[in-house]
């Protein structure tokens, strides 16, 4: 059996509406690799059967009512209770079989952040032409506008030291979709390319109805890229949770 390793870790999952994955998604989690491992479900008010599932599978649900994807994260991130924070979305899309490899390689190569790259090892049908051709688009306008080196602007599997977070310059800013590229752009100026790398993993056809807006979503990842590169990118929240978010902690998630 693998050495266990002696470290708290926090897989991090945002949902709204996930019943049809987020068992899955908890299921494909390995266990008995690290001291602690935390599954933290950030919830946005789902309507369906998504929180019930996920405390039967023994997760963490924190219920998050500000609306976004990025909310979610900017949430999460600040309650998480490890040391390593891994994200993931519940939708049996990201690989999570990969995520003891992700950690001990964060920890042995001395690294602070790891984005994944779901483009290059994409499995067929994961994803539509369209949303193909719109992150490659926003993957290109990211590389252009940055000079970051990041082939996949738009993936939301990371792994990082809770850490960097404690620098302020490392928060990510934006409370919706456009937050995954904002870490990758914080990550590569304020730790570095040395400390922040891309691995790619493999990417598979999401279980359950997605929610995205391709046109909605597309445009403001967009916008965001552009109005961030010259400084006109605002906070519209603060960090961390309301003093008021239920929490399965405090026995008050129904």
């Not at 470290?7 to 899955?24: D, M, Q, R």
Request: proline fraction near 5%.
């Amino acid at each position: 059996m693998a050495e266990v390793l002696p470290i708290s870790v926090t897989v991090i999952l945002p949902t709204y509406n996930e019943e049809a994955a987020v068992g899955l998604t908890i299921d494909s989690i390995p266990t008995g690799w690290c001291e602690e491992l935390e599954i933290l479900i950030v919830d946005g008010q789902s309507k369906d059967k998504t929180r019930e599932i996920a405390l039967e599978k023994g997760a963490r649900v924190h219920v998050e009512p500000r609306k976004g994807y990025g909310r979610a994260y900017r949430t999460g991130f600040a309650i998480a209770k490890g040391d390593y924070i891994v994200t993931m979305d519940a939708d049996c899309t990201y690989p999570a079989e990969e995520v003891p490899a992700l950690v001990t390689r964060l920890i042995e190569e001395d690294l602070d952040f790891i984005t994944c790259d779901r483009l290059t090892k994409a499995e067929e049908g994961s994803m539509s032409g369209l949303h193909g051709f719109g992150n490659w688009v926003l993957s290109f306008t990211a590389r252009m506008l940055y000079w970051y080196g990041i082939k996949d602007s738009q993936s939301g599997m990371w792994v990082f030291r809770k850490s960097i977070m404690d620098n302020p310059k490392m928060r990510p800013t934006n409370d919706g979709m456009p937050l995954s590229q904002e870490m990758k752009i914080l990550a590569r100026k304020v730790l570095g390319k040395k400390k922040a790398i891309e691995v790619a993993v493999p990417y598979r056809e999401r279980v359950g109805e997605a929610v995205i807006h391709t046109w909605g979503d597309g445009w403001k990842n967009l916008r965001f890229l552009y109005f961030k590169r010259i400084g006109l990118n605002r906070t519209r929240t603060p960090w961390g949770p309301l003093d008021d978010n239920p929490d399965s902690i405090n026995g008050d998630v129904v």
